[in-house]
């Protein structure tokens, strides 16, 4: 688009002219990149070339206007288009608002389309360069700004400007054009605007103006635009052109319907659904990249909150411009000078305005005022210092034109940090974007992470370089084109403002024409405004394609972490009990005092004792009772050795946790040092001891209860189920395995067990005896394991469903739009 | 001269200093954040370096965002366009030299790794009147700022390195984040060694200006800085330069720039030393663990093997197996005439097993010495940071996975034998059949002193007359009476000496056995505990060198 638009062609003329133009062009070398050099220069005034002779010929509208006989004399046509480019560009970046209006208003009057030059877009385009062209042919020579004629005297710049430089000249000229008394800056850009609300000149407007939409237009702007307005070029006679436009105007604003009822409730409801979805996220852990995570879920609740839903509602509302920048950039001097009030206090303190500032006209101030965007913030009627930022303050004021309002923001990059957080939430809500950099500032790179923000959200976005010193504009600007040309960000809308003292937080007013003039084109022209709320909004919304799932993801390295972490504990505390059990069968558990209290009670004939005859007489039951200190003593030792084992398992099992933890990236870390996950828990010990000793007195139960004894032996002996439950626990340990060689390889405690018992009963008892230990240490663990499963849940606990419902959401809202 | 003496005074102090972060680079890996000890290192070598270099030079560097004028102040300041200003953001891709008082100065450039081609030196021929800046090297940065910085670290490496850093701000960017969040707070505490610059004050008004002073000196103090030393200037109309130039001139005249830098690193490291672990509250561990504590994890290694366990069967079972040996012959036979239930269970050979019992082995419990090891460092190291409770208890437990086995191995060799006979065992045993073998033959003197003497039985053989002999009978029957007693006299005996002697063995193999636990115990914990406990103290007295 951009190249065709800076080539110049005529429009009557379409591609023919545009063939012929290129070799007369000054350009005419590289005619094919005659989109970058325009980029690179900015003339922010769109000069009309006062291409006479083309003038006539063509819509010529702008050509007259400009007066271009100057201009013309070079170009004369077809030099026009050489330098067309540059003034595309300028006019891009000065005059977008001009050219907006007047393609609409060619649109309007529909007769563009009807050219062959429509059906491409780019012949559309040249089309539009054409109007351009002239002017910028002109602009060779004189820069053109049409309207103004006064603007020769610029002339001189724009010979400069024929070249590429000389089209930065050719902005320096703006300021020019603003001099002239005649129209404000309206420069040949201007023209555009001010033919729009003024004269019939307006067709011209357009005319330049298309060559700017071309050149400075979004691809996105539909195709059926761009060609409008080239038809609209084509179309340019100035008085048809106002004829037209007057014409056009119903049109457009029908064609600017509110979206259809149930697209627009699916829609409400697929954002509803959404926002719901997305309300419902815990990122608990903190894994790396979950701040990010909080932040972008946050904003994207702002946005739905403070922008998207109060825009899908009322797809008409003004237009939400918000003003971001650099501190000390200006952009409360900026919004100040344009609302032609101070309402937004300046100051020389950095960083200076810390509550936003919503500027508006009047009639808006009611759909500002309740709800809308941003609506959760609290409107307020002035700054007050010292309170928090979290307010807005709403003024309105007549000098600000009807369908778009101006907020002023915090700065995006001084050591306050709270104000960042607020700039890009207002960002967030805004329908068009104005950056403020300035001359000392246009390198930092906070300032390029915003615009690389800006592109990635799609949203429509104008530059305004502001405090440009007058002896080094030219080349600060054109430095600061190519960067941005580099960025991909060539075709922005572009502004420039000279340093000058501000009075009472004001610039002088004609430094700020040509965004005012851009300002008023999209408050009059209904369908380009409606275009740039689209864009952004589409743009938000396509950006949730990549932001939203960007949560889910998380989302789901979160739940799979947490499994992961609470798959650690439960590995560690399996292994513990593994080991456990390993402990009490291989006879490990058989050492030292429980061995030698065992020998103790065998040794001294105790063991023995505990069996007699059931024999009537005096020695029954005598014999017996004998020693049972030692009986308690071996009791006692297998409780103390069988907790040590537990315990020890323990701290094993939470150093593992521990150590597992910490080697998981992030989260597991800052979980992990929650205080006493390391060792086990303080009563432990105790817990355990009393385990264990239930689990001995429920032994002994057992025995008692189903150790029916062999019928054969039960006449002949009666034992003690005290000292056999002792017994059972020193077999089942794994006494006689090879590890303890007390007595040989006996068996003796099973063979004494197997004989007295039964093989059966013994069997029987035996495994109850064990399921019954590992039940009991089991719910032991389970307290332990509790903890771990507490620091977890401390962190949040994520819904496991919440991603499948953010991607459905996200379809959802898909098959909506 | 004075300042000559304080400098080397300075010196050697920050020497002291040094060799302390020397000294906890080595002790700390494992223990301390290892991105603390990694700056750590750098500033050693850092400054270790910057010692070496010319002492008589003042390394200034004028820092800053893009476009507040640090080249036109490096400019207006040397008095030479050396550094070319501009429009155009950014304007200074690298960093620029000018140095006054050329001779020692090439070392340091190149180690501050200025290209040659941006070497300019001021003769001072020239500077008349400016020997006060004889010995300055200024270096005009890269600004830090903008797009270009993102992939250009020259600025940053500078900004570490210089000995004084002279921010320069300008009335738009003075409070931007990139320079505060970054830089000043960052190094705050470096007061001495940082000048703040407004410059371009020639776009604002007095009292502008003044509100503006105003306000930046609040941020600065806001972050910390306590005496901001804040210099206005135009760097293009030639205001205030003159003041700059003095402040550097008095920073430059003392040469005390580089040491002062080096201790505000230094200052800077310990608080992020001391957040990683903080000194205070940190005990001051005896060198060597207490008494009490050895005697705690004696005893509870004891238990793990079960010494007095060992020493009571040992007692009980000798007491039990004596009675087979010492008793009394007749008390055996009895109790042999009861029925035993093993027979009635036929398992009659379970009985040799148990008399086979033969002791002799002791063996650790692993889990309790665990829990014993455990429990003297979570005494040792209450209150102690997290790091060090981990490394004392690693200590402790480096040999831990042996020790049950070695203390099993140390202790089986004195294990006593349950099945061991002493020698004045069978003396006994072989007395009390004499008595029996007696008493036998007692009795048949008795019955033959009856048969003949009393009944009259027959003739008494010629051989027995002697035996037959009525009137001996009382005597004899007195004689049968007097060996069972004394055989039940000796059992009694013997049995108490049994016990005694089996418990004056408990106590001597009790206290053997506690011996060689300890020795062990010794060897295998407490050793490497101290060890680590030493390193700690050596830390933490380091860590107070450092300090100051």
């Known amino acids: 688009m951009k190249s065709a638009a800076d080539r110049p062609v005529h429009p009557a003329e379409g591609g023919r002219r545009f063939d012929a133009v290129r070799p007369e062009g000054p350009e005419g070398a590289f005619p094919d990149h005659a989109e970058t050099l325009g980029e690179q220069t900015l003339t922010f005034q769109a000069i009309r070339a006062g291409e006479d002779g083309e003038d006539d010929a063509s819509p010529g509208a702008a050509a007259t206007e400009t007066a271009g006989a100057p201009s013309a004399d070079p170009a004369a046509g077809d030099g026009e288009a050489a330098e067309a ?25 529909g007769v563009p389309n009807g050219r062959p030059e429509d059906e491409d877009p780019g012949e559309a385009a040249s089309g539009h360069a054409d109007g351009s062209a002239d002017a910028n042919g002109p602009d060779i020579s004189n820069d053109s700004k049409g309207p103004d004629g006064p603007d020769f005297p610029d002339d001189p710049d724009d010979a400069d400007g024929s070249d590429v430089p000389g089209d930065a000249d050719g ?75 007057s014409g056009a105007a119903p049109e457009k604003r029908v064609q600017e319907k509110p979206l259809p009822d149930e697209v627009s409730e699916a829609l409400t409801e697929a954002l509803a659904a959404l926002r719901g979805s997305v309300t419902d996220l815990v990122f608990g852990l903190d894994l790396p990249g979950v701040e990010e995570a909080r932040k972008a879920r946050a904003e994207i609740l702002a946005q739905l909150d403070d922008y998207v839903i109060p825009r899908i509602h009322m797809s008409t509302a003004p237009a939400l411009i918000v003003v971001a920048g650099s501190t000390g950039a200006g952009k409360s001097t900026l919004l100040n000078t344009l609302a032609n009030a101070n309402v937004s206090p300046t100051g020389v303190r950095r960083p200076t305005t810390g509550t936003p500032v919503l500027a508006c006209h009047p009639d808006d101030r009611e759909w500002f005022a309740e709800g809308g965007p941003l609506g959760s913030l609290e409107r307020r009627e002035a700054a007050e210092p010292g309170t928090a930022p979290d307010g807005l303050v709403l003024v309105s004021t007549e000098r600000l034109p009807p369908g778009v309002a ?78 941005l040309t580099e960025y991909g960000l060539g075709q922005v809308d572009r ?133 049972p200190e030692r009986l308690s003593a071996l009791k006692t030792a297998l409780r103390a050795g069988l907790e040590a084992v537990v315990v020890s398992a323990a701290q094993r099992a939470a150093e593992e946790t521990v150590s597992r933890w910490l080697n998981r990236p992030g989260a597991g870390e800052a979980l992990a040092v929650a205080p006493g996950l390391g060792e086990p828990s303080d009563d432990l010990p105790r817990r355990a001891g009393r385990a264990v000793a239930a689990w001995q007195d429920h032994l002994v139960g057992l025995i008692r209860t189903e150790g029916v004894t062999k019928r054969s032996v039960a006449r002949v002996v009666s034992f003690d189920a005290e000292s056999l439950a002792l017994i059972l626990t020193i077999g089942m340990f794994g006494y006689g395995t090879a590890e303890i060689e007390v007595a040989g390889k006996s068996a003796l405690p099973q063979r004494l067990l197997h004989a007295l018992l039964g093989a059966e009963s013994l069997r029987s008892i035996s495994a109850k005896a064990r399921s019954d230990l590992r039940t009991r240490i089991g719910t032991l663990f389970d307290d332990e394991v509790w903890r771990y499963v507490q620091v977890l849940d401390g962190a949040g606990i994520p819904d496991e469903a919440a991603a499948t419902r953010l991607y459905q959401a996200m379809y959802n809202l898909e098959v909506a739009r | 001269m004075t300042s000559t003496i304080g400098t080397a005074q300075t010196r050697q102090g920050l020497g002291g ?42 390394v200034v560097a004028l820092a800053g965002g893009t476009g507040s004028g640090k080249s036109s102040l490096f400019n207006a300041v040397s008095g030479l366009e050396l550094s070319p200003t501009g429009v155009r953001r950014p304007t200074t891709a690298r960093t620029h030299a000018c140095v006054w008082g050329l001779e020692g100065a090439g070392p340091l450039l190149d180690w501050l790794q200025i290209q040659w081609r941006h070497r300019f030196a001021r003769a001072s021929a020239l500077d008349k009147g400016e020997s006060g800046l004889h010995g300055l090297v200024l270096l005009d940065l890269p600004d830090h700022d903008s797009i270009r910085a993102l992939t250009d670290t020259e600025a940053d490496r500078l900004i570490q390195v210089a000995d004084l850093v002279v921010w320069v701000l300008d009335p738009q960017k003075y409070a931007d984040a990139s320079t505060h969040r970054r830089y000043v707070t960052e190094l705050a505490g470096h007061d001495a060694v940082t000048v703040f610059v407004l410059n371009q004050v020639d776009r604002l008004s007095p009292e502008d200006l003044a509100e503006c002073v105003a306000d930046l000196e609040g941020l600065l103090r806001r972050e910390g800085i306590e005496h901001p030393v804040i210099v206005t200037t135009s760097a293009t109309m030639g205001r205030g330069v003159g003041n700059l130039k003095a402040v550097l001139s008095d920073a430059v005249v003392r040469r005390r720039a580089a040491i002062q830098r080096l201790e505000a690193d230094l200052d800077r490291l310990v608080r992020r030393l001391s957040e990683a672990m903080p000194a205070e509250g940190a005990p001051s561990s005896p060198a060597a663990v207490d008494d ?246 050596e830390f933490y007295a380091a860590l107070r060198t450092v300090r100051g």
């Open chain 1, 85 to 109: 480019a540059p003034a595309g560009e300028r006019s891009a970046a000065t005059a977008p608002a001009d050219g907006h209006s007047g393609g609409e208003r060619s649109d309007g009057a």
């Open chain 1, 171 to 245: 902005a320096d000229d703006d300021p020019d054009g603003g001099d002239d008394p005649d129209v404000p800056d309206g420069s040949a850009d201007t023209d555009g605007d001010p033919d729009g609300g003024d004269d019939p000149d307006v067709p011209d407007g357009s005319a330049d103006t298309d060559g700017d939409p071309d050149g400075g237009d979004d691809p996105d702007v539909p195709d059926g635009s761009a060609d409008t307005d080239g038809d609209a070029v084509v179309v340019v006679a100035d008085e048809d052109g106002s004829e037209e436009e």
């Open chain 1, 406 to 483: 101006l907020l002023d923001t915090p700065d995006i990059d001084s050591v306050v940090e709270a104000h960042h957080e607020i700039a890009h939430r207002m960002l967030d809500a805004a329908d068009l974007w104005i950056f403020v950099t300035t001359a000392a500032r246009y390198a930092d790179a906070p300032a390029w992470r915003l615009l690389r923000l800006a592109k990635e959200r799609g949203a429509r976005l104008a530059i305004v370089l502001s405090r440009v010193p007058a002896r080094s504009r030219e080349v600060v600007t054109k430095h600061f084109v190519r960067m």
């Open chain 1, 495 to 627: 502004f420039v403002i000279n340093e000058s003292t501000a009075a009472d937080g004001m610039l002088p007013d004609h430094e700020v024409t040509e965004l005012r003039l851009w300002l008023t084109e999209l408050s009059v022209d209904d369908r380009r405004r409606a275009q740039a709320v689209q864009a952004t909004l589409a743009g938000v919304l396509d950006s949730f394609r990549a932001r939203v799932p960007a949560l889910a993801r998380q989302l789901e390295v979160q739940l799979a972490l947490r499994a992961d972490l609470r798959g650690d504990v439960d590995a560690a505390y399996g292994g513990a009990m593994a080991e456990i059990d390993e402990a009490t069968r291989n006879g490990s558990l058989l050492r030292g005092e429980v061995l030698a209290r065992w020998q103790d009670f065998i040794g001294s004939g105790d063991l023995m004792r505990t069996l007699h005859l059931r024999k009537p007489g005096r020695f029954a039951g005598k014999a017996s009772r004998q020693g």
């Open chain 2, 17 to 58: 200093r040094l060799a302390a972060v020397a000294r906890i680079v080595e002790l700390g890996p494992g223990r301390v954040d290892s991105k603390v000890l990694t700056e750590a290192g750098q500033l050693l070598l850092r400054a270790g370096d910057r010692l070496k270099l010319s002492p008589d030079h003042t």
């Open chain 2, 292 to 537: 009490a504590r050895r005697i705690g994890l004696t005893d509870a290694l004891c238990d793990a093997v079960g010494v007095p366990a060992v020493g009571e069967a040992m007692e009980n079972v000798y007491g039990v197996r004596s009675i087979e040996w010492v008793g009394w012959p007749y008390a055996r036979w009895i109790a042999k005439l009861r029925p035993d239930p093993l027979d009635s269970l036929r398992l009659g050979d379970l009985r040799d097993e148990i008399r086979g019992l033969s002791g002799g082995a002791v063996s650790a419990q692993p889990a309790e010495v665990d829990n014993a090891v455990q429990a003297l460092s979570d005494g040792l190291t209450t209150g102690m940071h997290e790091a060090w409770r981990n490394a004392v208890r690693d200590a402790a437990r480096s040999r831990s996975a042996q020790l049950p086995k070695v203390l099993s191995e140390e202790l089986t060799e004195i294990a006593p034998r349950l099945d061991r006979v002493p020698a004045w065992w069978r003396v006994l045993l072989a007395w009390q059949y004499t008595l029996v073998l007696l008493f036998v033959a007692g009795l048949a003197w008795a019955g033959t002193a009856l048969a003949y003497g009393v009944f009259e039985a027959g003739e008494i053989p010629e051989g027995l007359a002697f035996f037959g002999d009525a009137a001996a009978l009382p005597w004899v029957v007195l004689m049968l009476l007097s060996v069972l007693g004394l055989g039940l006299l000796t059992a009694v005996a013997s049995r108490n000496l049994v016990v005694l002697g089996a418990a004056g063995e408990r106590e001597r193999l009790e206290r053997e056995m506690r011996r060689r636990v300890a020795a062990l115990a010794e060897s295998m914990v407490i050793e490497p505990v101290e060890r680590e406990l030493a390193r700690y103290n």
